[in-house]
């Protein structure tokens, strides 16, 4: 599978595509809405970081006791289950005089049911294109979802500000609904990928079989750590800028976009490989200087460029498809979503607790000099390994 044209013409893709679109789009209108509510209410860069992208922290919870759901769900019940879900999370999350200690028990609740989503998704994406056409299919995901979160973002940013960040709330529950009934509808009904019932125990065996390859957990350090750093930085725009943090998000959306574009369908397959680092390097670097507060439209300039930096997913998972055996795809993709958004919620609360000590600015500058720093380990790693590999196999 090679063209877009192909892409769409796969049997249930459009469907699919148009139920996670929405999606994504309540998604940033929602994060953006409940951030501003949240940091209006306390004054808190840590609070707002941590309504944000606290839901991310518990996803390590539903990898470590629900993830074998992922392939052993069907999966059209279970994503049309889930929007419904988040739409009565999301208005429940918009109610007047909530006590803040209830609105981050609704978002985490809300990132325990999106640690099982994340798995049953991608499965089911792996199923419909076949690994041939996962990475130019998940490439237009990550495209969509760049421009569904720029359209979130600004349509948040304009009800955030002539209305009010609960009716954003409220907008973003509404557009769960559609999504569910795209999916119900859109969908055929396929049996799990795998038998047998969810259990704690399996999903401790399936994540130790893939965690025992030294190669896997090369791929799944490099899919969490350094982003989840870097999304610590993200966690940190309304913070920075209180008053234009959409005009921040649209432009890391934008830069993501042309990333996806970059990797999944300009780069030749040849030289895909050899992108992973270097787009991690460039996915850190261009935050560096806000140490310096630069002024709104330097920083944008900077976000957006950083943010080409997040196509080097798109070269890791690519290669974590090769490298897992098919029964556990849903699994080992689950596990990728799961970790990425667990470090994703760390890295929040980490930026968030500098900046209440330093400030917004040097907490950025800080969490991406570690990125970068933990990037060039890993890439140190990999060569050592290549060089054991070469010696072991040599002649």
Same mark, same amino acid.
């Given at each position: 599978?090679?063209?877009?044209?192909?892409?769409?013409?796969?049997?249930?893709?459009?469907?699919?595509?148009?139920?996670?679109?929405?999606?994504?789009?309540?998604?940033?209108?929602?994060? @953006?809405?409940?951030?501003?509510?949240?940091?209006?209410?306390?004054?808190?860069?840590?609070?707002?970081?941590?309504?944000?992208?606290?839901?991310?922290?518990?996803?390590?919870?539903?990898?470590?006791?629900?993830?074998?759901?992922?392939?052993?769900?069907?999966?059209?019940?279970?994503?049309?289950?889930?929007?419904?879900?988040?739409?009565?999370?999301?208005?429940?999350?918009?109610?007047?005089?909530?006590?803040?200690?209830?609105?981050?028990?609704?978002?985490?609740?809300?990132?325990?049911?999106?640690?099982?989503?994340?798995?049953?998704?991608?499965?089911?994406?792996?199923?419909?294109?076949?690994?041939?056409?996962?990475?130019?299919?998940?490439?237009?995901?990550?495209?969509?979802?760049?421009?569904?979160?720029?359209?979130?973002?600004?349509?948040?940013?304009?009800?955030?500000?002539?209305?009010?960040?609960?009716?954003?709330?409220?907008?973003?529950?509404?557009?769960?609904?559609?999504?569910?009934?795209?999916?119900?509808?859109?969908?055929?009904?396929?049996?799990?990928?795998?038998?047998?019932?969810?259990?704690?125990?399996?999903?401790?065996?399936?994540?130790?079989?893939?965690?025992?390859?030294?190669?896997?957990?090369?791929?799944?350090?490099?899919?969490?750590?350094?982003?989840?750093?870097?999304?610590?930085?993200?966690?940190?725009?309304?913070?920075?800028?209180?008053?234009?943090?959409?005009?921040?998000?649209?432009?890391?959306?934008?830069?993501?976009? =042309?990333?996806?574009?970059?990797?999944?369908?300009?780069?030749?397959?040849?030289?895909?490989?050899?992108?992973?680092?270097?787009?991690?390097?460039?996915?850190?670097?261009?935050?560096?200087?806000?140490?310096?507060?630069?002024?709104?439209?330097?920083?944008?300039?900077?976000?957006?460029?950083?943010?080409?930096?997040?196509?080097?997913?798109?070269?890791?998972?690519?290669?974590?498809?090769?490298?897992?055996?098919?029964? @556990?795809?849903?699994?080992?993709?689950?596990?990728?979503?799961?970790?990425?958004?667990?470090?994703?919620?760390?890295?929040?609360? @980490?930026?968030?607790?500098?900046?209440?000590?330093?400030?917004?600015?040097?907490?950025?500058?800080?969490?991406?000099?570690?990125? =970068?720093?933990?990037?060039?380990?890993?890439?140190?790693?990999?060569?050592?390994?290549?060089?054991?590999?070469?010696?072991?196999?040599?002649?």
């Amino acid at each position: 599978m090679r063209s877009y044209r192909e892409l769409f013409r796969a049997p249930e893709f459009t469907p699919f595509f148009l139920a996670a679109s929405a999606q994504t789009v309540a998604q940033t209108m929602g994060g @953006l809405a409940l951030g501003t509510l949240v940091y209006r209410a306390t004054e808190s860069p840590l609070l707002s970081a941590v309504s944000m992208f606290g839901e991310s922290l518990v996803q390590v919870l539903g990898a470590t006791l629900l993830l074998s759901a992922a392939d052993r769900l069907p999966p059209r019940a279970a994503l049309t289950a889930l929007p419904l879900l988040f739409a009565a999370g999301t208005a429940a999350l918009a109610l007047p005089g909530l006590p803040i200690w209830a609105l981050f028990a609704i978002v985490l609740a809300m990132g325990l049911a999106k640690s099982v989503g994340g798995g049953v998704r991608w499965g089911l994406l792996n199923e419909i294109l076949s690994k041939d056409g996962y990475l130019l299919g998940r490439s237009v995901f990550n495209m969509m979802s760049g421009l569904m979160q720029i359209a979130g973002y600004a349509t948040g940013g304009a009800l955030v500000a002539l209305l009010s960040p609960r009716i954003a709330l409220l907008a973003s529950a509404a557009l769960y609904l559609p999504a569910a009934a795209v999916v119900h509808l859109g969908l055929t009904s396929r049996p799990p990928r795998t038998a047998g019932r969810p259990s704690v125990s399996a999903t401790w065996r399936a994540n130790a079989l893939l965690w025992s390859s030294a190669p896997r957990r090369q791929v799944y350090l490099a899919l969490w750590i350094p982003n989840g750093l870097v999304v610590g930085c993200e966690s940190l725009y309304v913070s920075y800028v209180p008053d234009s943090a959409g005009t921040l998000f649209a432009c890391a959306a934008l830069g993501m976009l =042309a990333g996806d574009v970059l990797v999944g369908r300009l780069v030749p397959p040849r030289l895909r490989p050899r992108l992973g680092f270097p787009l991690l390097l460039l996915l850190a670097a261009p935050y560096v200087p806000f140490l310096l507060h630069p002024p709104l439209p330097l920083a944008a300039a900077a976000v957006t460029l950083a943010s080409v930096g997040f196509g080097a997913s798109l070269v890791q998972q690519e290669r974590l498809v090769t490298l897992t055996p098919d029964g @556990l795809t849903g699994h080992a993709l689950g596990l990728h979503s799961a970790g990425m958004l667990t470090l994703q919620g760390v890295a929040a609360i @980490l930026a968030g607790s500098l900046a209440q000590l330093t400030s917004p600015a040097e907490a950025m500058t800080a969490m991406a000099t570690v990125s =970068a720093g933990v990037t060039l380990a890993l890439m140190a790693a990999g060569r050592r390994e290549r060089r054991a590999t070469a010696a072991v196999s040599g002649p």
